[in-house]
C-alpha cells in the first residue's frame, strides 16, 4: 500500500514536471507569437521573442559554463540551474500576459493565479522528483522571471477582446494536451555539449 502511494504521488509529480518539458513550452511561445502577429500585434511579438531569447539563451549559457567548470572553480551546489522552470516563467507567463491583455477583474486575475500555481508546481515537481536542488530551482525561476519582466516592460500596449482570448485559451489547452508527455532531448545535447568543453579546456576536466 505504501509503495503504491509513494507510486502514486511520483506519476502526479511527473505530470506536473511534464508540463514544464521544452516540447510543451516553446510550442506554446510560437503559438503566443503567432496570436499577437496575427492581431496586429507586432511589438508585443518582437517584445516576447526577444525576451524569450534572452531568457533562454542566458539560462543555456548558465547551464553550459556551470557543468563544466563551475563546480571546480566555484566550488558550488549550484550546478544545473532548472531550464524547465526558466521557460516555464517566460512561456506561461508570456501567455498569462497577452491573456491579461484582454480580461479584466476577476477572469485577469484568475489567469495570473493560474500562472503562478503553475509554475509554482513545476518549480516544485523539480525537487520532488530530485532533478535539481532548491538553489537550482531558484536560479531558473530567477532567469525565467527575469526575461518575464523584460517582456513586461518592452511589450507596449496590446488590447485583445474576450472572443479572442477565448480562442487562445482554447488553442494553447488543446496544444498542452497533445505534446504532454513528449520530452524532447535537449538535456542530452547541453551534455554533449559540456563534455565537449571539458575536453577542450584543461581546467575544467
Known sequence: MLASGKSGRLDFWQFV??????AV?????????????????????VALAVSLSAGGLAVGILKLALQSCGRRLLDTSLVNPSGHVAVSAMAYGGLAL???????????????????????GIAASRTVLHVHNPGEVLAGLAVGLAAL??????????????????RLTLAALLLVVAMHGT??????????????????VPACA
Request: no cysteine.
Open 183 to 200: 520530452r524532447w532531448p535537449i538535456e542530452e545535447q547541453i551534455r554533449s555539449l559540456v563534455a565537449l568543453i571539458r575536453a577542450g
Open 149 to 166: 519582466a523584460l517582456y513586461g516592460r518592452t511589450r507596449g500596449v496590446a488590447k485583445g477582446s474576450e472572443a479572442s482570448t477565448g
Open 25 to 45: 513550452t516553446l510550442p506554446l511561445v510560437a503559438l503566443t507569437l503567432v496570436f499577437l502577429l496575427q492581431g496586429g500585434a507586432r511589438r508585443p511579438a
Open 98 to 120: 497577452v491573456l491579461g491583455g484582454g480580461l479584466s477583474g476577476v477572469p485577469r486575475q484568475a489567469a495570473y493565479g493560474g500562472f503562478i500555481a503553475l509554475v509554482a
Open 17 to 22: 514536471t511534464d508540463l514544464g518539458d521544452s
